[in-house]
């Protein structure tokens, strides 16, 4: 399998990243999606499905599975100790799409694992996916240099500029901020609450 990517998912990967000292933990993604699912109430969208992209210890899914047991939920990793570990679909999202639509996909910070041929081809995979909304956390070259605490976070990653990133989104998707995306065919939004 070409993961395309420089780091190994193994036991020490995600004992190193995650947890108190890491990237983030379950009660920051409790709050992260709280606000994400009632935004998209806001927006007249229930969301009745949702698909959990490299996944890793399946935060976002086990948030759903306790908040919404009835939501329908997929989770992939391409690491095999990952979904050994926490119960995903192994899965390279360079590679493979899922059949139909989910009404969230979220790709936590994944993307800066894969090189350009597998991201341009993950993102035409996630936005096949989508049918209202990506959540998509991706640190920039930019946020490498302001913004990222190198002792919580993997440096062993592709760093690429922001304007980059939307050259190869914008064709699938529209910016609704606080790493929100809509399919151009997606939600309908007032003008100013999104960039093209
Ligand atoms: C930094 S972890 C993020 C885990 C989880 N999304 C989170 O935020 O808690 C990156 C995850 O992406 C997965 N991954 C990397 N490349 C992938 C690919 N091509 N397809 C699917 N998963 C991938 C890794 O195995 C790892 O579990």
């Given amino acids: 399998m070409n993961t395309g990517s420089p780091s190994s998912f193994d036991d020490r990967y995600y004992q ?3 947890g108190t000292h ?3 933990d379950a009660d920051r993604i409790h709050q ?3 606000a994400v699912h009632h935004f998209a109430g806001w927006w007249g969208v229930t969301i009745e499905s949702m698909f959990d992209v490299g996944a890793g210890m399946g935060m976002w899914r086990d ?4 908040n919404h047991p009835n939501t329908k939920l997929l989770s992939v990793d ?3 100790h990952a979904c050994r570990t926490w119960g995903h679909e192994q899965r390279n999202i360079a590679e493979w799409k899922p059949r139909g639509k989910f009404d969230l996909v979220v790709c936590h910070s994944v993307l800066q694992y894969l090189d350009n041929t597998s991201f341009v081809n993950a993102v035409s995979n996630l936005a096949s996916a989508t049918r209202y909304l990506l959540y998509l956390e991706l640190p920039t070259t930019q946020d490498f240099k302001t913004i990222i605490d190198p002792t919580a976070t993997d440096l062993d990653v592709y760093k690429r500029s922001g304007s980059w990133y939307r ?3 914008s064709p699938h998707f529209i910016n609704i901020g606080a790493g929100l995306w809509t ?3 997606g939600l309908l939004m007032y003008e100013l609450e999104g960039s093209r």
């Fill in 22 to 24: 890491g990237a983030h």
């Fill in 16 to 18: 190193r990243f995650y």
């Fill in 78 to 80: 391409i690491s095999e």
């Fill in 183 to 185: 399919p151009h065919n």
């Fill in 32 to 34: 992260l999606a709280t």
């Fill in 63 to 66: 948030w759903y599975k306790t």
């Fill in 167 to 169: 050259k190869h989104l």
